[in-house]
């Protein structure tokens, strides 16, 4: 065991020194800046690691023109505000932090007089046909800025655009008089092909995101996940407008209201879910992502989103497929499995899987996450290219290659389950996990190893079957059992504990000179202090169900 350990950290150190052949070609020059580094002892995930790396690159480039951004790929020539512009930039802003602050400016550099934003941006320039709204924009223009250090030019410049385009959606999103965001076509959502939209057209009346068709039968919807992604944006401007010295009351008023909103007109307390509500003041019972999506939003408190994950998430006749989560619940007979085509009637979507850790961890459902992450983990481990769909029955990769929500998934993914994250609230996660042989028993890795550098400091871990061990700039630093994750500042001060499998674990953190003994369940969470821990949080878990 010491020397397979050994064996990781020299193949880990190793991947540092660019040889000018081989090496540097495993990891791209952009990406040496932050330190990432994934080793495996065995399993083909090591391999599909930097192949995404590669192809992430090939995802960056001037758009419209000035500096290099994130393109979505695939098939997609452009950067989309539903996800490139948000969650995937939110993402990579771990990485490549300086792309992911260009990708955010060419939305506002693009805004139009009025204040609305570009659905995307292309060669061609910016498109204005509809509103395709899903992450809120302001969420990760913040965690961008507490991530990185804080520019205020650019959080003044980016705060200004999101004020005039929320103006927009209040000006022309609320025909009914609701105070919810209405939806006038299945692209103000992302949700191409999905039974919620059937009947609907895909875009909004003569290509004018201001207008409906004034034929249809059922539109404007009253959206949950448009409410849900302004009541969030607001809640965000709130602190972005303290951050700037303005106060945020009026922000805070104003999410109040969009909730309120979201609540009276789309949320049906029987069902315990979100709905659309058609022009007749119907709901519209199709149990889509629109419940992530909301859940991501920071919608309701740990209660509310415990009973979602029960009734709902992990229910394996709803969401909880074998590679989760799927875009349709399973139970519903418009629920169409095939992932060979852009769809979100029915098959799992890699936007969904990098939307879901926000939702999962702020209610501190960590475990419950890695029940996800683990067999797309598998998946990916197999893959023959980054897919924009992928089989929730087989784990197959679907529609589209090089797409790059699929290979900041697998980036994503690796960190938060056995690598070293950083996140915007100033901790690092140090997480003891391992892939485990999900798919006809076949280990993805074996054991692991994974370098990051902060602040000029490298850290690297290493995650055997029983002992996690940290180095901190080459040193032994610090080491714990397998099955938890390791909270410090970013200073390498360590402030928790948290447990991170369904098992109990006891047994000793070595750290800094120090072993400080513990036992730890499940989502619990840790405070270390005086030299010992003492538990802060027990949640305990939510186990999956099949009713």
């Known amino acids: 065991m010491v020397l397979q350990a050994e064996r990781l950290l020299d193949k880990l150190r190793g991947l540092r020194q660019a040889d000018g052949d081989g090496q540097e070609r495993l990891i791209p020059e952009a990406l040496r800046r932050s330190g990432v580094r994934f080793a495996a002892s065995e399993g083909r995930l090591e391999g599909v690691y930097y192949r995404a790396m590669r192809q992430l690159m090939e995802c960056i480039k001037p758009t419209g023109g000035g500096d290099p951004i994130l393109q979505e790929g695939g ?16 993402l990579l802003s771990r990485f490549l932090p300086e792309v992911s602050e260009a990708t955010y400016r060419s939305f506002a550099k693009h805004q139009r007089g009025d204040g609305l934003f570009p659905y995307k941006v292309t060669e061609r320039g910016p498109s204005f046909r509809q509103i395709q709204l899903v992450t809120p924009l302001a969420r990760s223009v913040w965690n961008h800025y507490s991530l990185n250090g804080g520019d205020p030019a650019f959080l003044r410049e980016m705060y200004d655009a999101m004020v005039r385009y929320d103006g927009w959606l209040a000006a022309n999103r609320n025909t009914r008089g609701t105070g919810c965001v209405e939806a006038f076509s299945a692209f103000d959502t992302g949700h191409d092909l999905s039974p919620r939209f059937w009947h609907a057209p895909d875009a909004p009346y003569q290509g004018d995101a201001s207008r409906w068709d004034p034929d249809s039968p059922v539109l404007p919807f009253l959206a949950p996940d448009l409410t849900a992604n302004v009541y969030c944006q ?82 394996t006749r709803k969401f909880f497929a074998k590679y989760p989560f799927t875009s349709i619940a399973m139970d519903d007979p418009r629920f169409d499995p095939f992932s060979n085509y852009n769809s979100w009637a029915g098959p799992s979507n890699y936007l969904s899987l990098i939307r879901a850790p926000h939702a999962f961890e702020q209610h501190g459902r960590h475990v419950e996450l890695t029940w996800a992450i683990q067999p797309i983990l598998a998946s990916f481990a197999r893959a023959p290219r980054f897919a924009q769909t992928v089989s929730p029955w087989t784990g197959e990769a679907g529609f589209t290659e090089a797409y790059s929500p699929s290979i900041l998934c697998l980036l994503d993914y690796v960190e938060r389950l056995c690598g070293i994250l950083p996140t915007p609230e100033g901790e690092l996660w140090f997480t003891g996990l391992l892939p485990d042989a999900r798919d006809h028993g076949e280990d993805a890795t074996g054991e692991t190893a994974y370098g990051r550098t902060v602040d000029g400091v490298v850290y690297e871990l290493v995650n055997t079957r029983e002992t996690s061990q940290v180095y901190r700039d080459e040193r032994p630093w610090m080491t714990f059992p397998s099955g938890v994750r390791a909270i410090t500042d970013r200073a390498g001060r360590l402030t928790g504990l948290l447990g991170m499998s369904a098992r109990a674990v006891t047994g000793e953190l070595a750290w800094d000179g120090r072993t400080v003994p513990f036992s730890v369940k499940g989502n619990e969470l840790l405070a270390y202090a005086d030299g010992s821990f003492e538990s802060v949080l027990d949640i305990g878990l939510v186990y999956p169900t099949y009713e």
């Open 75 to 90: 098939i997609y020539f452009g950067c989309w505000l539903e996800s490139t512009g948000t969650i995937n930039a939110e």
């Open 234 to 315: 607001r809640r965000y401007l709130a602190r972005i407008a303290e951050e700037l010295g303005e106060s945020g009351d009026e922000w805070r008023e104003k999410a109040g209201a969009s909730l309120q909103s979201l609540f009276r007109e789309c949320f049906d307390e029987k069902d315990h879910f979100f709905y659309d509500r058609d022009r007749h003041g119907r709901l519209v019972r199709i149990q889509s992502d629109i419940l992530l999506r909301v859940m991501a939003c920071e919608v309701g408190d740990r209660a509310f989103f415990d009973e979602m994950l029960e009734r709902y998430l992990l229910n």
